[in-house]
Every structure is written in C-alpha cells, then in structure tokens.
C-alpha cells in the first residue's frame, strides 16, 4: 500500500510524537513561547498532542521589553484560553540587575541579551528541556541541529559534537544542571507553518496582516518607529501600510510593505517572494555566521 | 498559490553522499536553483563567500555546509537538511559528508530516508566509495536506489561509458539486495538530465532526476503488521473527560481502526480499541505514520514502552537475546564489560555486548572474523543481551520496531545505532 498522508499531515504528526517525547523524557520542560507564528504553532501542535489532558508543560517568554503590544496581547489571550502558566523571563530586569549591560547606538537592540536571560531564567525554574519553535530552513546553522539539542551547564552549544540522531529514537539523557533544547518543527518550511495555520484556521496576531504604521527606512528595510528606536538625522518617519514576515524584538524586524489581510494573501505573497524570511532580520546580518555564533552561547 | 494542491502533497526524504570533488553540491544547488528553492539572499550571501574565498565560480557548496569550520576547511562535516519542493512533491535532503571517516554520518542521514542518491564520476567509475555507500543505503533498508551517473559532459556524454558503470554497479552490488535502482546519467553543472531532459543524451530515454524523484512510488507500510508503541499516557483531570485514560503514539506499521482487536506486548493481554483521536477530532481509523491517541475497551496496565499489536496480524518477536549489526558512533570504542542504556522503541533497558561476530569491511564488503572492539565508522555484527525483553521485528520486516540506539551511561552520548538482523 502506498504511503498515503498529506506532506503537510506527516510534519505534524512527527511533531507531536517529539512533543510527546519530551513530555516522556524531561522532568521540567517549559515551551518558549514569543507569539510569533513559529511558536504559535507549537503551542497548537501541544494542544493536539495531549488533548482532551492539558498541556503539561509552561509558556516561557523572554521579554525583551520592546515588543510590539499585539504579541503581548496575543500571548495572554492564548494562556488564557490553553490553561497554562505562563513564565515571563524579563531582559529589562537583566539590565536593572547589572546581568547584561544595554546597547547603545543606532544599532542597538536588546536580541544579544536576550541569552542571558533565558539561562538565567532556564537555571532559576530549573528547567531541563527548553521547547522551541527554530526551523532548519531558516539559516544555515540551524539547518545542522538536531531534534533534541544538547546544551552544556554553561547552556552552550557544541556544533561539532552534537550526538547522532538516528530513526526517530531521541535521546534526551543529560546530566544535572544541563539542559536540551527541543525542536519539534524542524523540518518545516516557512510556507509550511502558514499553510498548516490556514488548514487549522489558527488566529494569529494582527501585526501578521496589513496595517498602518509610523516606520522609517534603514539598510534597505523598513523598521517600526517606536519609543526605542532611535532614529539617525537623515532618517524620517512615514505611514505606510506594512506587515511582519517574522516578529522578533522590535529594534531587528523588518517590516515587508503589503496589502495582505488574509492568510490566502499572506501564502500568494510568500509563494512569489525572492528573500527568505530571515532576510528581514537585521540580527542575522552581523556577520556571516552570526546564528552561528549566538547559538553556541546559547540563543533560541 | 494552489493551497489545495499544496496541503495534498506527499513527501519524499531522500539522502545524498558525497566528497568535495564529486559533484553532490553542484547537483543539490542544481535540484534547489532550477526548483526556485533559492532565495535572492541567500544566493548574493554564497556569491559575497565564494568571492572572499578567492574562488572563482559561485561555490554551491556554501548554501549547505552551515558550520564555521565546515566553510573554513571547505568540507561537509555534518548532515544538513534541506528543503525544496515542486507542485507535485515535497522533499527534504538529508545531505551527508561521503567520506570513509564520516560514516555515521552518512548511517545518521540514512537512518530517516526513502530514497538514496549514489553519485557516481563518470570519468572513475564505480569505486570503493560506490560500493561503501550503497552497502550504507542497503543496510538501512532504503528501498530507492537511484545512481547518477555525473559528469557525462567530461566523457562525451557517451552511452558506453554509462552502460559500462551500469553494468559494473549491477555486479559488485549483486549480493546487497537491492529492491529497485534507477541509473541516470547527468551533467549537474550543465544541468543534463537534473530538471530538464539532455539534449546531448538522445540515447538516453528515461526520465530526469527531478521527473523520477517527483514520481517514484514509495511504499513505507511495513510487512509486519499494526505496530503502536506507547509513547505517554493521556489523563485528563477534568470533570468532562473524568474516566478517559487515552495511549499516546505514532503508529508505525499497518492500520489501525475502531473495533480492532489488539494484544498489549510484552505482557499479552487482550482488549479491543473503542477510540481513536487526533486533537479534538475523533477518527474511525488511523494508518502508519500517524500520531494518535488510542483508548481501549478494558482497564488493563499499559504504559510508557509497551507495544500495541493487531490480534491477527504476524506477531513480534520477544527475547532479552537479539543478534544485531551496529555501526559504532563514538571515539570510545564499543566496550564489552559496560552496561549501556538500550532505548528501543519508547522502551529503555539496560543491555550489554555479550559476542562480536564479525567486522564488515565496508569497502570491500568482507567480513573479519575475531574482532576484539568496534571502533567509530566501523559496523560489524554483534550479539546483544537485554535487562528486560524486547518487542521486536526484523529490520527488513519494520524498520521503527528493528532499530535501536545504544547510549552511554556515563556521557549519555549516542554511541551505537543498531539494526536487528
């Protein structure tokens, strides 16, 4: 007999076996939870995963302190309605602790320091497993991870060591004080996770859909004017109707000029677009093995 | 966009494995540019690389070799997924090193795949490397060969030379027992034969790599029969589903359906499934692959590790004794005093190596007798004792319930991948 599950069936449930997985083998995973699309789905596949049970696992989110105010609002609405706890790890408390020291510049943004409060937030909860929702087409290091990511007790990755991950047997043994970072939608692409999520008929937050909004224009990209971005003296403010491709810290998300007001218009735009998402990530772009980098110390 | 088209698409995993001069990136960065699975980014970010590093074309090879060090020594090191997809199929590429110190790797990328591309250089011929990863792809129980036969551009594109190779593959392989290979003969830097049918190969009349890749018939349903190993026990603690005790898993051989009749392994009592769920949505069936939530007619003690088998199915295998062939994963070799942690299935024992039958000669595909370890890359076969029985089947037979790591209980690092024979 032919195989005879849908691509898009097939992720999914390999997803929900390794969410299954990681609520068999850790003893405190959390699911790090930003209300970007990526973690959106997730959070669904959780919910289909241990349905009728609950989620048996918290919502982590670092909190960066420059968020756009429509993910806040989504990420409430959503614990909420699952039932689950939310964690909120805060980078401004980082700052306010003496932990990070904040950028300053043009350029600065808060995603570098976004590390070191997910492991200090990981050590305090004494987490053991951190789920998140990185795909391997998204960059190239991330192309090498594993399903089950091993991360030291210093939450480093080692990419040149990483155990072999054979068949769909995952290893998720480690010792006291190291954690693992789990990836259940590795294999899926960007067009993928927004077919699944027009399939599912997932609400998503507004700033996924055209808007207006005050943006400025820099590096060839436009950026949000908010209260935290500081704006050189050639730069200028203008409306225009804009949405995000990807959400991250405000201070590195590029925003893609669009009419798209609907999940059909979001999937016509992708399917004709020439630049990966990523692409409109300035933290990507400081250097050529910049995820690389952040990975080893132990970013998303 | 045909969302439609595009939700009903099947998925195809296939695996490449090659060295730095075989062409393999050239053909993977030809399947990726001539399916527009490149991006405008990504190809100014490789052609910015290529420049930096003195070479003068476009180096393919840096849209898939991701690492530091892998673009510092110019080699794969790692296995590295990619993803591309047509309107008629999805598919992801495990794409691994080629070389004889990378063989996990090659075993790794292997292990979740469908379809096997060997490469061979129409200028050598077959080689020591053909023969080490076909016997890797037989091994793993792949049941798609596909050879392409590269550089035809170099030989004049000539048919001898191809039915040659052909021939040549046929006869060292006739004893790895190939279910079904495919030669295609190709120029990946040309592009003859990748995405669009050669112009210089009328001779040749089958069809391109993408044309075959895009309508091979895979059959992943397994002759052993519905195989549901226990992953997590679902129970809610709500007043509206008080008395559900739900067995969450992915079914990994055969169907299942409301009404079956299954036995739990390994203790053998009988009962009869009464629902199947995914999500909030009830099925009536369910088939191989699937994740599913599965209740039974009777309140019986089933957890974590146990397998769920069709009651007139053939059934597993049970035993603490179980002769396998195991590729060694790690710089310490394979120990035959440690006691390592077994992880079958959703199953963990402990087990330890109680006889080393032989070591397989990956290159020459001849067994030596009186081995004494197993060192990394070297695969040999072994007789495996077990703390508790196994559930199990023959690797042929399934390969989910034949398959089974061995981690180290010191390190917990993966070390050994084995395959019951």
């Known amino acids: ?300 | 966009m045909d969302t439609k088209g595009y939700l009903h698409m099947d998925l195809l995993r296939f695996s490449t494995a090659g060295n730095v001069d075989d062409g393999k990136s050239t053909l993977i960065g030809r399947l990726l540019y001539d399916s527009k699975s490149i991006f405008e980014d990504q190809m100014e970010a490789v052609e910015q690389a290529s420049r930096r590093t003195g070479s003068e074309d476009v180096n393919l090879a840096l849209l898939t070799d991701g690492l530091r060090s892998e673009r510092e020594q110019g080699i794969t090191i790692d296995v590295a997924y990619r993803y591309f997809a047509t309107p008629v199929r999805k598919f992801i590429i495990a794409d691994t090193p080629g070389h004889i110190q990378y063989t996990r790797n090659m075993v790794t990328g292997a292990s979740t795949t469908d379809l096997a591309i060997i490469l061979i250089d129409a200028r050598n011929g077959v080689s020591e490397q053909t023969l080490r990863h076909t016997y890797i792809a037989s091994l793993l129980g792949i049941e798609q060969v596909t050879v392409c036969i590269n550089k035809m551009d170099i030989v004049d594109f000539s048919q001898d030379v191809f039915e040659n190779i052909k021939n040549d593959f046929l006869t060292i392989t006739k004893n790895l027992n190939l279910k079904n290979v495919k030669f295609i003969p190709v120029s990946a830097k040309y592009g003859d034969n990748v995405v669009d049918k050669s112009e210089n190969m009328p001779w040749y009349e089958g069809c391109t790599l993408l044309h075959h890749l895009e309508t091979v018939v895979i059959d992943r349903n397994s002759t052993s029969g519905m195989r549901f190993p226990v992953q997590y026990v679902v129970r809610p603690i709500s007043d509206k589903f008080h008395d559900f005790r739900g067995y969450a898993g992915r079914i990994v051989g055969g169907n299942v359906a409301k009404g079956d009749r299954v036995i739990a392994l390994p203790s053998g009592i009988k009962s009869q499934i009464t629902s199947i769920h995914l999500g909030e949505e009830e099925k009536e069936t369910a088939q191989i692959s699937e994740s599913v939530v599965i209740q039974l007619a009777d309140d019986i003690d089933i957890s974590r590790g146990d397998i769920l088998v069709a009651e007139n199915a053939p059934q597993p295998n049970i035993s603490n004794d179980i002769r396998l062939t195991i590729c060694w994963l790690n710089q310490k070799p394979m120990s035959t005093i440690t006691k390592y942690i077994i992880r079958h299935t959703s199953r963990e024992c402990l087990g330890v190596v109680k006889a080393i039958n032989h070591l397989m000669d990956i290159n020459t595909l001849e067994k030596r007798e009186n081995a004494e370890t197993l060192k990394m890359n070297d695969i040999g076969s072994i007789n495996l004792r077990t703390s508790v029985p196994l559930v199990f089947d023959h690797y042929s037979e399934n390969r989910a319930t034949g398959c089974l790591i061995f981690i180290d209980p010191d390190t917990f690092e993966t070390v050994g991948a084995g395959i019951i024979e």
């Open chain 1, 1 to 300: 007999m032919k195989n005879t599950l849908s691509h898009i069936r097939e992720l999914e449930a390999e997803s929900i076996y390794v969410l299954r997985e990681v609520a068999a083998q850790f003893q405190k995973p959390a699911l790090l939870f930003s209300g970007g699309k990526d973690s959106i789905v997730v959070a669904h596949l959780a919910y289909k995963a241990f349905y009728p049970a609950k989620i048996p696992f918290p919502f982590l989110h670092i909190d960066t302190g420059h968020n756009f105010k429509e993910t806040i609002d989504y990420r409430d609405m959503m614990v909420q309605k699952l039932g689950v706890n939310l964690i909120v790890g805060s980078v401004q408390e980082s700052i306010d602790t003496g932990r990070v020291r904040e950028e300053t510049g043009y350029y600065a943004s808060r995603n570098l320091l976004q590390t070191t409060t997910l492991l200090d937030t990981i050590e305090k909860h004494k987490f053991d497993c951190a789920i998140g929702g990185a795909r391997r087409d998204e960059e190239k290091a991330r192309a090498k991870e594993r399903f089950f990511s091993h991360r030291d007790e210093f939450g480093q990755w080692d990419p040149k060591n990483q155990r072999p991950e054979l068949w769909g047997l995952f290893n998720g043994h480690h010792h006291m004080g190291e954690h693992f970072r789990v990836f259940p939608i590795s294999n899926w692409t960007e067009m993928d996770v927004w077919q699944y999520i027009f399939m599912e008929k997932i609400d998503m937050p507004s700033i996924y859909f055209t808007h207006e909004r005050q943006v400025f224009f820099r590096d060839g990209q436009w950026l949000a004017a908010e209260e935290c971005m500081t704006l050189k003296p050639t730069e200028t403010v203008e409306t225009r109707q804009v949405r995000c491709r990807t959400i991250g810290d405000i201070s590195c998300t590029g925003l893609t000029l669009s009419k798209a007001d609907c999940l059909e218009d979001i999937i016509e735009e992708i399917a004709a677009t020439r630049v990966t998402e990523r692409g409109s990530r300035a933290d990507d772009k400081r250097s050529e093995t910049a995820m690389e980098d952040r990975k080893v110390v132990g970013y998303f």
